[in-house]
Every structure is written in structure tokens, then in C-alpha cells.
């Protein structure tokens, strides 16, 4: 009876997760979009307007990341040049500017895929010892 009831629970917790990581295509398209471009693969161009005037005041096309600073009213633009280095951009935004973020070459992309990429700098290498093998286990000798 308790394997059934161990059962019963696994397979609704695997239930409740398919329906929690359910999406649209278009949700899984555009997450995978925007996870490629912020690994500086996808060229875009993103284009500063000033809304009294109707006028651009800034340009910047290449391969980049783009984050929105809201709290501190600002974009924060990260470019990959050819040699490899990065430059780091911040623009104030206010009511009367805007932006536009255009994708310009697009990218072959899947609606289905999903990864998972741990970066080896980020996990910490751990080592654990048995200590009944350690030379230094005085142990009773059961």
C-alpha cells in the first residue's frame, strides 16, 4: 500500500510539472532568441529616438546584450567587438527618449529545444572522502 501511495504521488508530481513548464511556441522561440543574442550571436541594432523631436540620437549596431535598468532608469549595453573584447555602454533613459531593438540577421532557432549550460567557473569543485578509507581511521576494527 505505501509503494501505491508513492507512486501515485510521484506521478502527480511529474503531472504538476509538465503542466507548470507547459508554454506557447512562441514563448520557447523567443526565450531561445533572446538567450542567443545575449550570447552575442545574433547581430542587432539598437537605435535611440527622442520623442519631442521625432529625431535619432544614437546608434549602435553589433553583436550585443541589452538589459533595462529600470530602477535606475537607464539601458545597459554590453558589445562584442571582433577581437574578442567587450565595451560596456550606459544610456539614461527618460520620458522623452525611447529605444527600438531590431534583430538583424535572425537566427535558426527551435521552438522545441530547451539546455541547461552550467558554466564550470560557476560550480565550486568539491572533493568527498570516505573516512573509514582515510590511512588516518583509527577505527575499532569491526
Known sequence: MKIRKTLVAAMAAVTAL????????????????????????????????????????????????????????QLEITVKNEDGSFKKHFIGLSPTITYTLEDLAGTDISPYRYQINYLPEAIIPIELVDASDSPAWEGDGR
Open 18 to 73: 509538465a503542466l507548470v513548464s507547459c508554454g506557447t511556441q512562441a514563448d520557447r522561440a523567443s526565450y531561445n532568441l533572446s538567450r542567443e543574442a545575449d550570447n552575442f550571436n545574433v547581430p542587432r541594432r539598437v537605435v535611440m529616438i527622442n520623442t519631442i523631436t521625432d529625431k535619432p540620437l544614437m546608434e549602435i549596431v553589433g553583436y550585443l546584450s541589452i538589459k533595462s535598468d529600470n530602477a535606475d532608469g
